[in-house]
């Protein structure tokens, strides 16, 4: 009975939220709404400072090459999407020898990430952008969250539901992530807009 109140209490608010034309605030708890704001605001203020470092900074160490684009643990756990523009830049294909930096573009780059254990998505999200950024990524943003069921034994991966806290990812997106992964070849994946 409880867990319907608070779904009834969660959806009216939404809908209230909605109807009002404001932006929807998806979160389970004030102080979630407000760490996941935080981390969404350090992000967006980090893309403005970063976007003028890159063209001088130091090229970073090429182990970023190797920083796989889907870690989830096995099970059924919260995950997120997070887009990053790769550090260094990669020529783009031409009939000439040499490159100027006009021909060169940064690739985007999109993860899969969930965690055992994570009370929010948020507590997924973080660490791994941490990651990417002392990797030397940059233009790092969270493009929502939902659940994700590995099953090794079955060979099924299953993308679902929202996440409160960043909104609902593109779940095709991630199941298209997930698909060019070498490790899931063979594996059932799946993806659907319901449940939580």
Known sequence: ????????????????TMSNN?????????EDQAEA??????????????????????SPSPAWLDLP???IDAGSHKYVLISAMEPTTTPRTT?????????????QRYFVVSK?????HRNVAAPFVDMLEE???????IKGGGRISLDHNTKKVFIFGYSYG??????????EVVDLDHRFSGYNVTWSNDGY
């Open 1 to 16: 009975a409880r867990c319907t109140a608070c779904f009834e209490h969660w959806t009216a608010r939404l809908l209230q």
């Open 22 to 30: 404001e932006q929807a605030v998806y979160t389970t708890n004030a």
């Open 37 to 58: 704001a935080k981390l969404q605001e350090r992000l967006s203020n980090s893309t403005q400072t970063t976007t003028s470092e890159t063209k001088t900074a130091p």
């Open 69 to 71: 684009s889907v870690s």
């Open 95 to 107: 009939t000439t020898t040499t490159t100027t930096p006009d021909e060169c573009t940064q690739q």
């Open 116 to 120: 055992r254990g994570a009370h929010y």
């Open 135 to 141: 990797h030397g990524f940059h233009d790092i943003r």
């Open 166 to 175: 960043f909104g609902r990812a593109d779940h095709a997106k991630a199941k």
